[in-house]
């Protein structure tokens, strides 16, 4: 049974960062596309990054030049660095293993930027 789960989340101040880490209990990690997603109180989740097997990366406008989303085949982990953390940046974070017919979610974390 696929397992994700989600690490790093936590309490920053505005213009900090933080990282966030998705370790996958399943198999054939590396052929499955990866993404981050983010939903804030009252709001749909929405996409934040997203990675292909062949490290083809894509991002939402909103976090362009300040988030890094990345992948460790070996260890079966996909992070995401997140830089000059904003306040509207503020939500639970998902991990996303999506394949042709198959669709897995974490548990989500908490990120909160606030002074």
């Known amino acids: 049974q696929v397992q994700l789960v989600e690490s790093g989340g936590g309490l920053v101040q505005p213009g900090g960062s933080l990282t966030l880490s998705c370790a996958d209990s399943?198999?054939?990690?590396?052929?499955?596309?990866m993404g981050w997603y983010r939903q804030a109180p009252g709001k749909q989740r929405d996409l934040v990054a997203r990675?292909?097997?062949?490290?083809?990366?894509t991002y939402a406008d909103s976090v362009k030049g300040r988030f890094t989303i990345s992948r460790d085949n070996a260890k079966n982990t996909v992070y995401l660095q997140m830089n000059s953390l904003k306040p509207e940046d503020t939500a639970v974070y998902y991990c996303n293993k999506r394949g042709s017919i198959s669709d897995y979610w974490g548990q989500g974390t908490q990120v909160t930027v606030s002074s």
């Open positions: 399943g198999r054939f990690f590396s052929m499955y596309v």
């Open positions: 990675i292909t097997s062949d490290d083809s990366t």
